[in-house]
């Protein structure tokens, strides 16, 4: 029984110190959801015609974080 206080205990601890640790968590799950749908749209785009090999390595470069 002590046992479960100690943990409930210790989880309240860490949210209320560390909340945000939480929100980025979830956060970056969402922005590499993005980010991997907008490579895909990229690849669409490419496939189809709809921009040149420079364009789609040059916007692929940027979407991976290097300018």
Known sequence: MMF???LIFLVLISVLIKPEYIRNF???RE???KASRAEEVLK???VKG???EEE???K???LKGGE
């Open 4 to 6: 479960f206080g100690l």
């Open 26 to 28: 979830f956060a970056n």
């Open 31 to 33: 922005s590499a959801e």
């Open 44 to 46: 669409e785009r490419y």
């Open 50 to 52: 709809e921009i040149d």
């Open 56 to 58: 789609y390595l040059k």
């Open 60 to 62: 692929l470069k940027i």
